[in-house]
């Protein structure tokens, strides 16, 4: 597996599932996601509907609303525990993070033009451990900067199966999607990009 370095802290793994790993992580997670319906969440100051779908997977899953980021145990719309975090992201974590497991997986479903703008991860307590990113479907076009908004940024293709992690020194870094490449991949029913975005949030 080839590990490529993108800036410090920040690395890309091409193709690290299969095509049948893919097929098979995303079965598992659509099975999850039966008892954990993506839904869409609400800018806390606009109250406007975000472009994308979200769902969580782990402990603790991570909301928008009009009171505020946070995380939250109970899915804001059933009411229900979200689902354990499938074993094979588990296990990817295992092989490239070697940190206590992550307590969350946030879904992102991008369809048509939704995108994720310029933002940090910072809702965590635990900061140490980096974020890790699973693409499945379209490509997706990740922007990736450092700790200040206003800083220098490259843009990464996010393809199915590719892995991303951003941690250390780039853990606080400033990332986003600027949009999706519309059909690009037949992975995922319906179309789009689902990413998994593995984290550790209690320290
Ligand atoms: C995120 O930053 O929450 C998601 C990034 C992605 O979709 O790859
Ligand atoms: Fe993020």
């Known amino acids: 597996m080839v590990k490529l370095a993108l800036a410090p802290g920040v690395f890309l793994w091409h193709a690290y599932f299969s095509p049948q790993a893919q097929k098979t992580l995303l079965d598992d997670v659509l099975a999850r996601l039966e008892t954990a319906p993506l839904y869409r969440p609400l800018m806390p100051k606009t109250a406007k509907p975000f472009s994308v779908e979200e769902s969580n997977f782990g402990h603790l899953g991570w909301v928008s609303d009009t009171a505020g980021y946070r995380y939250e145990p109970l899915h804001p719309v059933t009411g229900k525990a979200w689902p354990a975090i499938p074993p094979a992201l588990l296990t990817l974590w295992d092989d490239i993070a070697q940190l206590p497991p992550p307590d969350c997986c ?8 939704a995108k994720m703008g310029l933002h940090q991860d910072r809702d965590e307590k635990d900061v140490e451990a980096p974020v890790v990113g699973v693409s499945l479907g379209d ?3 990740f922007r990736i900067g450092g700790a200040a908004r206003s800083g220098k940024t490259q843009s ?32 995922v029913p319906g179309g789009g990009r689902l990413s998994l975005t593995l984290r550790r949030v209690a320290a």
């Open 139 to 141: 490509d997706g076009l």
């Open 156 to 187: 990464v293709k996010l393809a199915s199966g590719d892995v991303i992690l951003f941690g250390g020194p780039a853990r606080l870094a400033y990332h986003g999607i600027d949009r999706i490449v519309p059909g690009s991949s037949r992975l």
């Open 106 to 113: 946030l879904l992102n479903l991008y369809r048509g033009a």
